[in-house]
């Protein structure tokens, strides 16, 4: 059976690569040589034309990654420049996070479905659009809309990056491949928030999306003349009943954790109190429907996986060592996301720093783990995990714990240098993580198993960042009420904030010495069936 993206056919069945790219009907380049087989197949090096897929999907994914970072720092001028409230405008990254926890779970059956190249241009033409609409959109709205669409497209895209590097990377060369991954989400999120500070002082907030659409129509149009098809879609039909039970189950759940802060932040008043009481109301009402509906999920999914028909088939769970991986990757992310977003409340609001000194001081530690990210890979392909998760594990729990002890009054220097050490320890984390998860699998789960890292990933932040900034900020307010200047109480609540990060992320310190880099075999581990 063929899996379209992460999926092969047995070598008797593979035709010329000629028969398949000269199909008018693929869209596919005609292209002549003699093995059409992915070189993960082949045991070979990547030929031209797979590095060039690598790079457009890499400069797809950070496009849309630097897209979701700049949102943050553009909401105070959003409030202001629309005629809106808070509430309303947190909608425009709520919304966001809420689409990508519907879609990217079913992102592994898409991949299945449809050819690589239809799944790149359906991503990048829905991410185009929202782009294209949120450059003009007239007012709250339509940008709503925009950013619903947007999120649709780079929901995929992440999936469709790991799958296809899995997919055509030989072995002994997918460390250094996810490698360039790392920088993606490591150097994205440095630039997002610095960039978007630029364009609304100079330009206004329209142009995040107008210096971002162009880059994205060229990606997309560079996807129609390169990208390729790798293997054969299925034809099995899409389970509707799944796609409801995924997106009321993630959906909820992000949804609920979205809104813990709101239902922490009323103060004592009666009006106050009704709307915390509200707000509380909100999110547990949403978690327990997520809760539920997520269980209904899984066992739908093991009934439908009997028959290969699963929206997303959980058998790749059978595979220990990718378990494993998750679940370290899950404590990483709400440490990595709490941590960058907590870190800029405390600069400003207990330090003292401006949001452009902000930006700059979380810069060196962001860049330090992009161009990490090759040298870490190249260790992966040479010496496993252990060399490289232990000492992550250690650096970055280390650097959480001494956040947790940091005041109103430590130096800038300090607070740098400690930012470094936890990018590098998250940067020596990442790269293995991704590697070792999906190499455990066979290659007809890649799909699955990308989708399933990538809403494990998207939950776990938004847990990291709903229970950080909630436990900052009752631990400030509670410090203003007993007499403690802002700066003080503010300095508390990070500490707070931090040592629940710290606590939270000491089983890494377990993980990295039981994973392990599963054996070079272009087949992979071969999970139970």
Do not use: C
């Not at 099995?236 to 949804?255: E, K, M, N, R, T």
């Not at 060592?321 to 440490?335: D, H, K, P, V, W």
């Amino acid at each position: 059976m063929d899996f379209a993206g992460g999926g092969s056919r047995p070598d008797s069945e593979e035709p010329p690569v000629a028969a398949i790219n000269a199909n008018p009907q693929t869209g596919s380049i005609p292209t002549v040589v003699s093995d059409a087989r992915p070189a993960a197949s082949r045991g070979m090096q990547l030929s031209p034309a797979e590095n060039r897929i690598i790079w457009l999907l890499l400069s797809a994914a950070f496009v849309a990654i630097l897209n979701e970072t700049t949102m943050g720092v553009a909401i105070p001028r959003l409030i202001v420049d629309l005629g809106i409230t808070a509430v309303a405008a947190q909608w425009l990254t709520t919304a966001f996070m809420l689409t990508m926890a519907v879609v990217i779970p079913i992102s592994g059956f898409l991949l299945q479905r449809f050819t690589t190249r239809q799944v790149f241009l359906a991503a990048m033409t829905l991410f185009s659009t929202g782009t294209a609409v949120a450059f003009i959109a007239p007012g709250f709205e339509i940008l709503l809309v925009a950013r619903v669409i947007q999120a649709s497209g780079t929901a995929i895209m992440m999936p469709l990056l790991m799958t296809t590097l899995m997919t055509i990377v030989p072995p002994h060369a997918r460390g250094r491949m996810m490698g360039r991954v790392s920088i993606v989400i490591a150097l994205a999120p440095a630039i997002g928030p610095s960039l978007s500070g630029l364009i609304l002082d100079s330009l206004g907030w329209h142009w995040i999306f107008g210096i971002v659409l162009p880059i994205a129509i060229a990606a997309l149009v560079a996807g129609a003349i390169w990208i390729r098809n790798l293997g054969e879609p299925t034809r099995a039909p899409i389970d509707v009943l799944s796609v409801i039970l995924s997106a009321f189950g993630f959906g909820g759940l992000v949804y609920g954790l979205s809104q813990i802060g709101g239902a922490a932040s009323h103060g004592g008043g009666e009006a106050d109190a009704a709307a915390g009481a509200g707000s509380t109301m909100t999110l547990v009402t949403a978690i327990a429907i997520g809760i539920v509906a997520l269980a209904l999920f899984v066992w739908r999914q093991l009934v439908l996986q009997r028959k290969d028909d699963a929206l997303m088939d959980l058998r790749v769970f059978r595979s220990a060592n990718f378990s494993l991986s998750i679940a370290q990757m899950g404590i990483l992310s709400m440490a990595f996301f709490g941590a960058i977003t907590v870190l800029p409340l405390y600069l400003s609001q207990a330090v003292g720093a401006t949001a452009l000194e902000s930006g700059l001081l979380l810069l060196p530690g962001s860049l330090a783990m992009g161009f990490a990210g090759p040298i870490v890979g190249r260790i992966y392909d040479a010496s496993g995990t252990r060399v490289l998760l232990v000492p992550g594990a250690i650096l970055a729990v280390t650097a959480l714990w001494a956040y947790a002890s940091y005041g109103a009054d430590t130096s800038i220097w300090v607070i740098l240098v400690t930012q470094i050490v936890l990018s590098l320890g998250l940067a020596l984390s990442f790269t293995p993580l991704f590697t070792a998860s999906l190499a455990s699998l066979q290659p007809r789960f890649y799909s699955y198993g990308s989708a399933v890292l990538g809403t494990v990933q998207q939950v776990a932040g938004a847990a990291g960042v709903a229970v950080m900034v909630t436990t900052m900020s009752a631990i400030a307010a509670s410090a203003v009420e007993a007499g403690l200047p802002a700066n003080e109480a503010a300095a508390a609540g990070a500490r707070g904030a931090f040592m629940v990060s710290a606590i939270v992320a000491l089983p890494i310190l377990v993980g990295a010495f039981i994973i392990r880099k599963p054996a070079d075999q272009p087949e992979g581990v071969v999970p139970a069936h």
